[in-house]
């Protein structure tokens, strides 16, 4: 493992591969930065996958990345060939596939995309997975991964987060604006002696939470209205069994 400038870290695959072409030249190595979450390491490694069957390259550097090199990302000079995954785009991209309405920093760029088969940003999927599903299916065979894309498309839109071991108060909305995308947040946070979850619905949504949370909340012996609910648990280990609880519960509905 090596690092690299602005804080990136990178981590190095060799392939062996038969050399068996879609077309075009065979390149060393393929640059791959992706956000550091479950859709982003998904999204990676379908890539790879996907890519290695095609033999173009021989081998990978993965450089997961979070929200915290915004303001440096576009300033900072990828290594190429370069794919991004489910982040903000950039310039000096050959392959680029998101889902998010938040992919581009620079309005100019936003206004001079123009969609190719290597790059692709489409809102209407849960998540970057199912682009690559639907980008590459004629070519690559995701049968053995579709547990993988159904969990990104699920995971995606619900974002658990616990912050009971600091004595902040609850940063409800915090999560949405690093996640604008998910549909539910639901929060652990320590509230006096005891531990409280909460689970609430994007406000930012156009689309009407199908759910009323507070009933939701009723039945771990909590409270709430429509689009948020709050549960007192007295002990971090009934509040997490409540939590998770709480996300399957959103999943089977």
């Not at 900072?76 to 309405?101: C, G, K, Q, T």
């Not at 699920?154 to 902040?168: E, G, H, K, R, V």
């Not at 409280?196 to 199908?210: C, H, L, R």
């Amino acid at each position: 493992m090596n690092s690299s400038e602005c804080g990136f870290r990178t981590y190095k695959v060799n392939l062996i591969i038969s050399i068996k072409l879609w077309g075009g030249e065979i390149m060393e190595t393929l640059s791959i930065y992706f956000h550091k979450d479950f859709d982003g390491l998904a999204s990676a490694a379908l890539l790879s996958k996907i890519l290695e069957k095609s033999g173009t390259y021989l081998s990978y550097d993965y450089f997961p990345i979070d929200f915290d090199v915004r303001d440096e990302w576009l300033s900072h000079s990828l290594r190429r060939p370069a794919a991004v995954l489910d982040f903000f785009y950039h310039p000096e991209v050959s392959y680029f596939f998101d889902h998010h309405a938040t992919s581009f920093i620079d309005h100019i760029h936003k206004v001079n995309y123009v969609e190719t088969d290597t790059i692709i940003l489409d809102t209407s999927f849960k998540s970057t997975p199912s682009i690559l599903k639907y980008k590459f299916s004629t070519v690559f065979n995701f049968e053995p991964f579709k547990e993988l894309i159904r969990w990104s498309d699920i995971i995606d839109n619900i974002c658990i987060y616990d912050q009971s071991d600091t004595a902040l108060p609850l940063q409800r909305f915090l999560p949405y604006y690093y996640y604008p995308s998910v549909d539910y947040t639901i929060s652990l946070y320590k509230k006096y002696h005891d531990f409280s979850v909460v689970i609430s619905y994007n406000p930012w949504k156009k689309e009407n939470n199908p759910f009323h949370l507070g009933e939701m909340a009723k039945e771990y012996g909590g409270y709430g209205r429509e689009n948020a609910g709050g549960i007192l648990c007295k002990t971090h280990e009934e509040a997490t069994v409540k939590m998770e609880s709480i996300f399957k519960e959103l999943i089977r509905r």
